[in-house]
């Protein structure tokens, strides 16, 4: 099933997250954020925008899982492009999105 269809600017999804209300996070490659999705109603919900392009994952974590953490990559840029995008390859954490994410699950080997 269909759930979301990217915007242009958007460009490629990636990694990705539930949060504690069930809404969907993907991380934007190459669009350079992060996008809460309703898988319920196919919308748009919320948009984070990050200092680079090349956003990779994200995930919820810290004491009560309300911080969320996302990566982002400087695999196959060249120097003049890394040097246009300072914060490529780094890790970013983002708070105050007023939603918290939930636990993972383990699973015994």
């Not at 309300?66 to 492009?81: K, N």
């Not at 708070?95 to 918290?100: P, R």
């Amino acid at each position: 099933k269909l759930v979301y269809c990217l915007e242009k600017e958007e460009q490629m999804p990636d990694g990705m997250c539930i949060d504690a209300e069930g809404k969907l996070w993907v991380a934007c490659i190459d669009g350079g954020r992060v996008i809460r999705i309703d898988p319920e109603t196919g919308k748009r919900i919320q948009t984070v925008r990050l200092p680079t392009p090349r956003i990779t994952s994200c995930c919820f974590g810290g004491k009560d899982y309300s911080e969320m953490y996302v990566t982002s990559a400087y695999d196959g840029l060249d120097e003049s492009t890394l040097a246009k995008e300072p914060h490529a390859g780094e890790i970013f954490k983002i708070t105050g999105l007023g939603v918290k994410g939930i636990p993972q699950n383990f699973y015994a080997a």
